[in-house]
């Protein structure tokens, strides 16, 4: 079954303590992107992914590092959460224009 | 002004209704729009692009009008099963950052 699979699905960290938000695709596509979707504002990226070891900035980039070492994983790194990063995040792999997005991980900063 | 705007209703129908979102873009240099449908805490899935001569899907019916700067959905004879957050999706030519609007609430009752 083709899809996009991210974990942990849900996760109540503090602030300072690194963590790192898994993403896998099966689908070998070559764009990857994170997002995160807070109410009233929408999904946001965060970085994309054009292929293994092309990343770039999406429109809120800040207190978030990726890494694109294989195809099918992109990673999302938190190195010291803040309680503003409190947020949904979501992967995406993306054939055309068309983006598959994974089922979403919920994290809570306190 | 916010790239792309729309009204976050809700829209709140009876089965078997038709009704129509409307979303407003602001870059004229967008060249790519899709429709998404998220449900509650769930990801969102596309449901259709959004092509220049128009096109439909079914009971769903997308429109770009280009001159005003907005692109519309049309659902004819609501179902309940179409209770969901429609994504409005805008992507600027050469651009790998695609916008989303905030969403619009569609809440069909029997």
């Known amino acids: 079954e083709a899809q996009v699979t991210q974990n942990p699905r849900y996760l109540i960290t503090v602030t300072g303590k690194k963590l790192t938000v898994t993403c896998s695709q099966n689908?070998?596509?070559?764009?990857m992107s994170w997002y995160r979707q807070d109410p009233g504002l929408g999904l946001r990226q965060i970085y994309y992914?054009?292929?293994?070891?092309?990343?770039d900035k999406g429109d809120v980039p800040e207190g978030y590092k990726v890494s694109r070492k294989e195809k099918r994983n992109f990673p999302l790194i938190l190195e010291s959460p803040s309680p503003n990063q409190t947020s949904l995040y979501f992967c995406?792999?993306?054939?055309?224009?068309?983006?598959?997005f994974g089922p979403g991980t919920r994290l809570t900063v306190t | 002004r916010k790239e792309v705007e729309q009204d976050p209703g809700p829209f709140n129908v009876p089965e078997g209704a038709t009704v129509a979102f409307n979303c407003t873009y602001s870059n004229s240099a967008s060249q790519s729009f899709f429709w998404y449908r998220q449900d509650c805490r769930k990801e969102p899935k596309l449901l259709m692009s959004?092509?220049?001569s128009g096109n439909e899907d079914g009971r769903f019916t997308a429109q770009l009008n280009r001159a005003s700067q907005y692109i519309s959905l049309l659902i004819r004879d609501s179902k309940l099963s179409d209770s969901a957050t429609y994504l409005c999706v805008v992507k600027v030519g050469g651009s790998y950052i695609p916008t989303f609007g905030r969403g619009t609430s569609l809440i069909v009752h029997p």
């Open positions: 992914s054009m292929n293994v070891e092309v990343t």
């Open positions: 959004v092509y220049s």
């Open positions: 995406a792999s993306r054939r055309e224009d068309e983006q598959y």
């Open positions: 689908m070998n596509h070559e764009y």
